[in-house]
């Protein structure tokens, strides 16, 4: 069983008594008992209660917002505790970002955070949807066995970090291009997958995969509460148009013409010296100076399928 130190700012405890509930099947199977300073009896030595449940621990759960960080007594005390508890191999620490905050320009920028790619439990549609997620991450985390365990004798081997960020100039292969343009459409797809799942927990609101196949998918969204309203969304890898072959594109039509797309939304993979990256291109061939990710493009990608329907964040 793992030992969890829930350490949060008093003003996050609605985020903290949601978080037990959501771990409620966990503690059920005795894979997991939490610990949180409302267990300390009246009149007990806060510090030493306190400094007694982290040592015991195996996971150090953060509830990260803009009051933690400004905490001197979670912050100061218990993460900079946890931190060093860390270095020594023998605890886990697990950022739970609650609230957008500066947290990526603290020592919890360098952690995987929960929920997925840090985003705030505040701007998921649907909360009980972020706190799945973080569920998710603390079930994987417990039964890889990946935390460090008491009984165990951990010897920490110091690792030699740069002192600077180098770049290294490199060139790149077709395969390399091709390797970039898969893993981004995935990475695309995916994140079509994960935000329909989260929409569909919206009242009125109906979005689901239609059509999904290697190099395409498409997808359709409705909303009940606006008479007659539903929106397309169709992205294609390697797509062609009178203008020549797009690496990637998309068409908010409902039937774009096979492998045929419309001429004004075509992206396509660019080099620098050291990176791959995607490049708006214009039905006339010019292309805009903004750097891509496919992160990047699949927001931009959700935000005008959704905007179809009337619906915004």
């Known amino acids: 069983m793992s030992k969890a130190f829930i350490s949060y700012s008093h003003i996050d405890e609605r985020i903290l008594e949601r978080l037990h509930v959501h771990m409620a099947v966990l503690k059920r199977a005795g894979k997991i008992v939490s610990w949180f300073d409302k267990e300390i009896l009246a009149g007990g030595n806060l510090d030493a209660s306190i400094s ?19 905490s001197q007594y979670c912050y100061e005390k218990e993460f900079q505790e946890a931190l060093k508890m860390q270095d020594r191999g023998e605890i886990i620490i697990v950022p739970i970002i609650a609230q957008p905050c500066d ?20 701007e998921w549609t649907n909360e009980n949807v972020a706190y799945l997620n973080v569920i998710d991450e603390l079930r994987r985390l417990i039964d890889a066995k990946q935390f460090p365990g008491k009984s165990l004798n951990v010897t ?12 290294v100039k490199r060139d790149f292969t077709e395969v390399d291009r091709l390797n970039f343009k898969d893993e981004s459409f995935e990475t695309i797809r995916k994140y079509f997958k994960d935000s329909l799942e989260e ?4 009242e009125q609101i109906q979005a689901r995969f ?74 006339y061939g010019s292309q805009t100076n903004e750097v891509l990710s496919a992160k990047k493009i699949a927001e931009k990608l959700w935000m005008e399928f959704i905007e179809q329907v009337g619906i915004s964040y």
Do not use: H
Not at 103 to 122: L, Q, R
Not at 213 to 223: A, G, M, P, R, V
């Open 52 to 70: 007694s449940a982290l040592s015991n621990s195996d996971i150090f759960l953060a509830i990260v917002s803009p009051d933690y960080l400004n």
């Open 103 to 122: 947290w990526k320009s603290s020592p919890f920028g360098k952690m995987k955070a929960a929920p997925k790619d840090g985003k705030p439990i505040s």
């Open 156 to 167: 920490k081997v110091p690792v030699q970090v740069p002192s600077k960020n180098y770049k």
């Open 199 to 202: 929409i569909n927990g919206v």
């Open 210 to 283: 239609v059509d999904d196949d290697k190099k395409s998918f498409t997808c359709l969204i409705s909303n009940r509460a606006k008479a007659d309203s539903k929106g397309y969304i169709t992205v294609l890898t390697s797509a062609s148009s009178a203008f020549g072959r797009s690496d990637l594109s998309y068409s908010l039509a409902e039937k774009p013409a096979s492998n045929v797309i419309q001429l004004d939304k075509l992206f396509s993979i660019e080099q620098s010296d050291y990176e791959l990256f995607w490049s708006f291109r214009s039905m």
